[in-house]
């Protein structure tokens, strides 16, 4: 064969090979399922945007969330390998901890807890304390356990005769005066408004010093010594999406919120925003200078003593078995701040 037939044949070959590398993408995405603890909502926002604006995929990540909702069991998917990421939090992490189960929060999107108790604008409640002068507070079985507990060890004047069960309706709140009932920041006060034309009086536990972290990303702690890149690819790609869920254009984020639940409106969405913004759910404490999704110890600690002084933990459970901060605290998606 001669040189001129050689040559090109040569490049008859790289054209090919050109062509076939064109029509592939450069390298396969790695796939990552992320089970959220309720339906599609505005509390969700960044990891939504992070699929929107193709953020996951510029960190080489192909997402699929997985709603949860009331018959939703994506805890148990996460301790049983069928997800990779779960919204979990520090009550459940510790938990799993005492029982030996090996999960771990790799970051904390929610600096605050958004857990609030809603007053009636005429009953005399000006400040969180003045709750306790309420012969009546609605709460969840799950609460009472809890933060009730907290508000009794460290505040005068709450006591057990106060509670009576919260069905998840606010009817009964409605029609006593004299009483609170629980809700989150984001939600229960939105519809009490839009139900009654006028404004609750709303108490945000984390201001009154309720500490537990929330909308957690959790993991099996096998991932984080197996595959730490994709936990901080994870990660990286979570943060970037929530600060521009909350600054930027999340018009098809809200969108794919809405497809997923479809009850889910756009006026519930922007309140929740508007809430989340104004009490620092996302971006306070060590948020502020560090970014979305910091975990420290002093705060996960400050928890957990909160919950060993009402005995739901033992003091020697090993609480930093429940989280990992190397992935976080770094200013991550911070330049997106608009």
């Known amino acids: 064969m001669s040189n001129a037939l050689k040559t090109k044949a040569f490049l008859a070959v790289m054209g090919l090979l050109a062509s076939i590398a064109a029509a592939e993408p450069a390298s396969a995405l790695d796939k990552v399922t992320y089970g959220t603890n309720w339906l599609a909502e505005a509390e969700h ?4 945007q992070a699929i929107a604006d193709g953020t996951y995929k510029k960190y080489g ?11 939703a069991a994506n805890q148990a998917l996460l301790i049983s390998g069928k997800i990779d990421f779960y919204m979990g939090g520090p009550q459940q992490e510790i938990d799993a901890v005492k029982q030996g189960i090996p999960i771990v929060d790799v970051a904390a999107i929610f ?3 958004p857990q609030v108790l809603i007053a009636h604008p005429d009953a005399g409640v000006e400040k ?8 009546t507070l609605f709460m969840s079985k799950d609460g009472y356990i809890t933060y009730f507990e907290w508000m009794k060890a460290n505040f005068p004047g709450f006591k057990d005769e106060q509670f009576k069960p919260y069905n998840f309706s606010p009817a009964p709140f409605l029609a006593d005066k004299q009483s609170a009932q629980q809700g989150f920041l984001t939600s229960e006060p939105y519809e009490i408004q839009k139900q009654t034309g006028w404004e609750p009086k709303v108490f945000l536990l984390a201001d009154a010093g309720y500490s537990p972290y929330a909308t957690m990303i959790t993991t099996q702690t096998s991932l984080v010594q197996k595959n730490p890149d994709l936990v901080q690819r994870f990660v990286n790609a979570s943060i970037e999406g929530w600060y521009n869920y909350l600054y930027g254009d999340n018009k098809a984020a809200n969108d794919l919120i809405k497809k997923d639940n479809p009850d889910m409106t756009d006026e519930q969405i922007a309140y929740s925003i508007a809430k989340m913004k104004e009490y620092g759910i996302v971006e306070s404490g060590d948020a502020v200078d560090k970014g979305i999704g910091c975990i420290t110890d002093a705060h996960y600690k400050k928890f957990f003593d909160q919950m060993v002084q009402i005995k739901l933990f033992d003091a020697d ?5 429940a989280f990992d901060s190397q992935f976080v605290c770094k200013g991550v998606g911070m330049a997106l701040k608009k």
């Open 45 to 48: 926002g960044g990891f939504y």
């Open 61 to 71: 990540l192909d997402v699929e969330i997985v709603q949860g909702g009331p018959n």
């Open 111 to 113: 600096q605050k807890y």
């Open 128 to 135: 969180f304390e003045d709750l306790a002068k309420l012969p």
């Open 317 to 321: 459970t090993d609480y930093k078995k």
